[in-house]
């Protein structure tokens, strides 16, 4: 059964920091691309970052880039999104997925991160 779980989320001031985690079982963590999306309340949800399967190449939205690091830890099957200089515009749920071997997509229930003074 596959399984992806965040957390991490929570309440930060503008200019904060605050570092997602999502833990993986089910599927070849190592093998699979894994990604952060997030969703604002009445928008659809957007690509945030990636990591892919060799684990040295990232991808990342204009939004976040220079500010959000994505990175991976094939050991513990856990992917992270380090988030700093967080903005207002950050707030969102967070949503990890994962792309595997196949192509088969996965998604976790989601972390929300509320950016407010």
């Known amino acids: 059964q596959v399984q992806l779980v965040e957390s991490?989320?929570?309440?930060v001031?503008?200019?904060g920091s605050l570092r997602l985690s999502c833990a993986a079982s089910g599927f070849t963590f190592s093998r699979s691309?894994?990604?952060?999306y997030r969703q604002a309340p009445g928008q659809?949800?957007?690509?945030?970052?990636?990591s892919f399967s060799a684990g040295a190449s990232t991808n990342y939205a204009d939004s976040v880039k220079g500010r959000f690091t994505i990175s991976r830890d094939n050991a513990k099957n856990t992917v992270y999104l380090q988030?700093?200089?967080?903005?207002p515009e950050?707030?969102?749920?967070?949503?990890?997925?994962?792309?595997?071997?196949?192509?088969r997509d996965y998604w976790g229930k989601g972390t929300l991160v509320t950016v407010s003074a």
Do not use: H, I
């Open 8 to 11: 991490g989320g929570g309440l």
């Open 13 to 15: 001031q503008p200019g």
């Open 33 to 36: 691309a894994m990604s952060w």
């Open 44 to 50: 659809e949800r957007e690509f945030v970052a990636s």
């Open 83 to 87: 988030m700093n200089s967080l903005k």
């Open 90 to 103: 950050d707030t969102a749920a967070y949503y990890c997925n994962a792309q595997d071997e196949r192509d």
